[in-house]
């Protein structure tokens, strides 16, 4: 018989309604018990969810032998002691994005789970959309030719007010790093899923208006290691915020998603055509509470599925790393004026 997912969820801020709905969501998955530090919000997100067991202490859910899976919403510099602890505990790990701040953490994170025989995911749950789903497919196959330009576009606003709603936000220690970890990563993401892993990146990077440690604009230059070239221009700065955007050329024409809308737009040489894919919208200009929880219940769908069939999920921890590797590495470029090569 197939293992039931038993869930604690550690966490309990802004995405943490989404993965609520996903668990209820995912046949033989359930909600046993809830945790955050602060008292009121993890009591009221235990009574929103059925009357389910709440905690304020993390450990408690990990000692618990009626759950056997985490779903970590948490600041991003506890992510690794909570995954390693989970590990330690046999819990199956779903981890929100980014993996951890560092490679270093993503490694230590990924040997914990191997040796434990737990599964890791890390919620990038952006790729589990029909849209780009059908864009890997299509890029696969050869319908642009061979890819020359790769490029992703997040121009958002975020006010004082959003660097203030948590005392992590905006600080190297705890959020590690500004836009390009906590928005832009989605995207890259997507990114490096769609065109394929990087060779280098030489990269600009600023605190231009918000009082915070962490950059609130990033401009990188790509060399991908198939030859192609792309840039990734984020910011928190643009007022009102534009839509996400990722585009990509090659030898036989263009494709761009428009992330925000649900669009493809397609401009081919061979057979000479224009067309327009249409999916679901998203978050417009990148408000984090309009974003449906459909691409979590997908990923969700996807993590119970990889525990069952004994098969890594679609976005496991290597996958995770991968993006937090490049961060890494545009970081470093930014702050030491250099090209900086990938392994
Ligand atoms: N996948 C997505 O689309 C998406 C969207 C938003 C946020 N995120 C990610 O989700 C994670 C959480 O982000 P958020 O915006 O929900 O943050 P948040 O600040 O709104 O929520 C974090 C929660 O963690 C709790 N917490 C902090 N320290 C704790 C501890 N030691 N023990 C127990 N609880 C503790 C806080 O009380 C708070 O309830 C981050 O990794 C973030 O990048 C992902």
Redesign the pocket.
Known sequence: MAQELRFGL???????P?HVTAIKATPGASLVAV????EE?VKACAKESGGVAWT???REILKRSDINAVAV????D??ESVCIGAAAAGKHIMM???LAITVAECDRMIAACEKAGVTLAT???GRFDPLPRKLHADLQAGKLGRLLLASLHVNWYRDMTYYN??P??GSWKTEGGGVLT?QAS?GLDMLLWLAGPLESVTAQMATLDHKIEVEDVVHALLRFKSGALGIIETTTLAYPGFNEQLDFTGTNGSVIFEKGTGRLRWYLKEPKSEWVDQGEASSGAGS?MA?SAGP?IAAYQDFAAAIREKRAPLIDGKEGRRSTEVIQAIYKSGREKTTVLLG
């Open positions: 550690i966490g309990v801020g802004a995405v943490s989404r945790c955050s530090r602060n919000k304020t202490d993390y919403t948490l600041p991003h506890l992510h929100e994005k980014p919620c990038y749950q709603s948590a992590w936000r906590t989605h984090a974003i979590h």
